[in-house]
């Protein structure tokens, strides 16, 4: 009975400290016979159904690719590279669907859940529903631009606008069809402005007309020195107070903004700042002119504390709104992909989560003790 006893109490210890995660794959892998529909985006011509032939490749447009055993996001990215190194096409948008037995549509782009969607052959849909079964359009939804391919001996690519009055319940969406909305652009304009906040733009937006469409400067904008920060994590300063007042801009023309650039314009009276506190080795006030990322917000700070939770931080906007984000920085990748901190903004870093492996050990050794005691007195 004690080594009985000995081995159980070996066995719930065992239990109580290992876990044994288990990992699974729902990536679908092509096979031969399978039927891939290629579309690009506002290319009708190099929209086809291609099918996987017994050798497992596939002819697009004279170039072969081997696509058995590959996922579908591999053949997107294939074709992508050759319709650019062929010079088909400079700037493709590629999307590579897997045409299945059962009936369905896809809709992609611009909306909440893109993906491929189960409808029934006596199903009669129509383009709203098909946008419906994704979530509905996002934010930054062209809806100029709703393009709808049809996966018939056609392959037709028809293109809706649907910024108008007119109804598009009427536009039937066939099995198979994929339903596309162009995404637009995205550029903040934050600071002393009548209304800060997000831009959706097709292209690129001049400095100006974003100002414009912001509600343009408060009165105690300073538009001597207004900053631009780059998706890729550049700053740039600019002097526009002469340039934005005037209706014909001469000299030195203002820039643009492109999708994911943000406008910040400062305060002229007062220079605000920037809290970091928590788990940093030099928390307080670092009293910045413009937005800071979060690894130049730190680096201020002195950096990470060895308690700190180095992946989720909480920041704090000024308007009383908490965003919790990750933090991974990638030297190699920059600071383009970080959240930005404004003036007035409190950057919160918290203790990481440390097991207390003494109070464990001691509950677990309580525990099995308790269950021997139990197994000695039931003798």
Known sequence: MTHFFRSLQVCLILLFFIATPTLFSDVYRIKKGDTLLIAVIGQPEYTH????????????FGGEFDVAGATVTTVNHLIREFLVQDN????????????????????????KTPGRYTISPETDIDLYRAIALAGGMAENADRQGVQLIRTDTTQKVETYDLSTNRPYRDIRVNINDLVYIMPLAVVEVQGQ????????????????????????????????????????????EFNISEQFWKSSPSGTELPSLSDGDVLFVPNVFKVEPI????????????RVRGPLTIARA?????????SANREKVLI?????????????????????????????????IEKKFQVNWGLISTFAYIVISGVGIIIQLTK
């Open 193 to 236: 402005v009548q209304t800060p906040g997000k831009l959706f733009v097709r292209g690129n937006i001049g400095i100006r007309q974003a100002l414009a469409r912001a509600g343009g400067p408060d009165r105690e904008a300073d538009l001597t020195a207004v900053v631009k920060v780059e998706k890729s994590g550049k700053l740039s």
């Open 275 to 286: 809290y970091v506190t928590g788990y940093v080795r030099a928390p307080g006030a670092q």
């Open 298 to 306: 730190l680096a201020l700070a002195g950096g990470f504390e060895a």
């Open 49 to 60: 159904s291609v099918q996987v032939r017994e050798d497992g490749r596939i002819n697009y």
């Open 316 to 348: 704090h906007r000024r308007d009383g709104t908490t965003l919790e984000t990750t933090f991974t920085f990638n030297p190699a990748e920059g600071e383009g992909r970080q959240m930005l901190l404004y003036p007035g903004d409190i950057l919160e």
């Open 88 to 111: 088909h096409v400079s700037n493709p948008v590629v999307m590579v669907s897997l045409v299945l037995q059962e009936n369905g549509v896809f809709v992609g782009g611009a909306v």
